[in-house]
């Protein structure tokens, strides 16, 4: 197995990108990640983009072909990586297998997707056409399951409701200092829990919006990275699994068995644990989630990831920041994007060129989760300087 | 990079599959394809699922978690690959890095498509979204770039038109004993001249149908299926590339770059050439992609594919046997299914079990093409019995 590393980052800004459309994001971030690389498209050996639904959103095809046309990457080898809204960490897995297995020596990553032109209610259906039939004719969309767990989270766990909120506060501070991100304000716990009601106990502000925008990566040997001479990041682990696709057949749906294996994967693979742990990107669709994975992942107890919010352990400055980028909260959720951006910013983090966002770190993890954490994937990542 | 080896093989019948959805076509080939290989789904570390258009074609997401659960095979990590046509191939080609990566031990790959409750139009329209916009806002189908080229080709290489009748003869006739196939009927050549315009000078019998169907591959280390003891295939040689996106960029649109570069690189891997080769499934899509391919692929001189043809050098007891199982012309092309398929029956060939069809072989190659060639994948498989 060749050892993967990351030579090259960029993403796009997020946001409502009117006027522009699918091609034109992903030619940005990816011209954009190669400047970063200092590599010309015709060393590219292959070029993957994760997009989980550009005929839906857009009525176009074969958008990775139109983008190795956009890059000058022909004749670079071209595939489309869809896993729902985990699309992003599943180019990952499959761009980091494309290094590791010898077929390429150069592979860019580009994750993106469309959806503003869209209404939300159209673009929350496109997305749950990925639950399961027996809970989709029911009406179930993700939200719901999101409100369902929540009130099952809350009531087990002893949590107080404003904890959820808490998680959102955060999440926007962070975004503040993002300038990519959709949402840079601060907001307070008053007004997350005074927001409109979506799926009950959740408000608005316990949702991520619908966005546009892009990001990428470049991937290439650790042996080709040292020679380059430029600081990089490593592909220290890298692990991915399905949890149940019927929601309700989970035996305990506080518990993400996909967060749980791939990260039990990624851990093996880069013999580290939770505890090496410095910074993470966790996949905070609904704020519940962030205290799912926190738990799945064995950063905190199950039940207990809560407190360590109440107590500012997973601020910036706090022992184990999450989501400095402002998460999917602030940061904005496009889907095929996400998990190509939650590499991107630990990747600033490691480099130490994440400005204001900087923290104190050396390992770093990011976990993306599709649907209701049907598929997962989780990497951890080191700084090489 | 792990040697891989496929141990498992298994089709659907081809063809109009009423009353049935993608779903339901996927688990039928997964199911047999661990039936044939004796392998349990809790075995299972991958499990890719290859489809263009499950979203544009029935509003169905998430294909790959919904296959998971139905063949039982969670928590096994599971992802979409999409190359439009030639998502089969892609599909192959990440099984293969899955496994060659040692990313998993044990990969399941099934490609489908169900495409007949949509209108041939609607059908062409959401393929024809593949093309870049500046020939799709032209009307520009595939079936149209196809025309165009045929004309060239009779033109440029002096080839009689019945040539590419006699393509379709052929295939038609290796279909007849093909249990699977869509059509299994012989036709005439007259039958394929007379046959009405669809895009001139290409008539009816130069095009495939539109068809639903699934297809399905296992995958593992040589050294795992060494252990088994039964007859398996080996991944010799596999590679991938682009040509132009903008077909009419291509300086000469008879020679399919794509095709010329993904075969170099599979024949690299597999130290083997065009000479090597006793079996061979092209994307006959078209009639006229039969001959751009077996030249492109080196099995023959550029312009004289058709002379091959007309000599009988690819019929069944020719030296060069190509499209055993009728080609897409009259087994069919159900879109993310066809290049899992053509590998099917290149393993029926190589362990000796195609039947009727059986020919003597013990190096087989399948070419998918995406596009009008924009992308393409080429397989190099050897029979270890």
């Known amino acids: 197995m060749t050892d993967v590393a990351i030579v090259g980052a960029s993403m796009t800004d997020f946001g409502k990108r009117e006027g522009e459309w699918i091609r034109d994001l992903l030619a940005e971030a990816g011209e954009n990640c190669l400047d970063d690389a200092g590599v010309a498209p015709h060393e590219l050996d292959h070029l993957y983009v994760s997009n989980m639904a550009s005929g839906e959103f857009e ?6 072909n139109m983008l190795a046309h956009d890059l000058a990457a022909i004749p670079a080898y071209t595939q489309r990586v869809d896993q729902t809204s985990s699309s992003g960490g599943s180019g990952v897995y499959a761009a980091w297998q494309s290094v590791a297995s010898g077929a390429s020596d150069m592979t860019l990553l580009v994750g993106g997707e469309k959806m503003t032109h869209r209404t939300t209610a159209e673009a929350t259906d496109v997305i749950a056409s990925l639950t399961h039939p027996v809970e989709y004719k029911h009406g179930v969309t993700l939200p719901s399951f999101a409100g369902m767990t929540a009130r099952l989270y809350l009531d087990q766990y002893d949590a107080p409701r404003e904890s959820l909120a808490k998680v959102a506060v955060k999440n926007h501070k962070n975004g503040v200092d993002n300038p990519h991100a959709q949402f840079r304000k601060e907001i307070d716990v008053e007004t997350a829990l005074e927001s409109p009601v979506v799926a009950d106990p959740l408000r608005l502000y316990d949702f991520c919006p619908i966005t546009d925008g892009s990001a990428a990566l470049l991937f290439c040997s650790v042996e080709e990275a040292e020679e380059r001479g430029e600081p990089y990041v490593r592909v220290a682990g890298i692990g991915g699994a399905t949890d149940t696709h019927v929601v309700h057949e989970r035996a305990d749906p506080t518990t993400m068995g996909g967060v749980v294996e791939s990260s039990e994967q990624a851990y093996a693979m880069a013999d580290r644990g939770p505890e090496d742990v410095d910074v993470a990107e966790v996949h905070d669709m609904f704020t519940i989630l962030e205290f799912l994975q926190c738990e799945g992942l064995g950063f905190f107890e199950q039940g207990e990831a809560w407190k360590a919010v109440e107590e500012g352990v ?21 889907l095929g994007a996400s998990g190509v951006a939650q590499v991107y910013e630990l990747v600033m983090q490691l480099r130490g060129e994440a400005g204001a966002r900087q923290v104190d770190c050396e390992v770093g993890l990011a976990c993306n989760v599709g649907g209701f954490g049907n598929c997962v994937t989780t990497t951890v990542l080191e700084a090489e300087r």
Chains 1, 2 share one sequence.
Do not use: C, F, Y
């Not at 009525?59 to 990775?64: L, N, T």
């Not at 997973?314 to 920041?321: A, M, Q, S, V, W």
């Open 59 to 64: 009525g176009q095809a074969g958008v990775p």
């Open 314 to 334: 997973t601020d910036r400055d706090g022992e184990l920041p999450i989501n400095t980028s402002g998460g999917l909260k602030s940061k904005g959720h496009p």
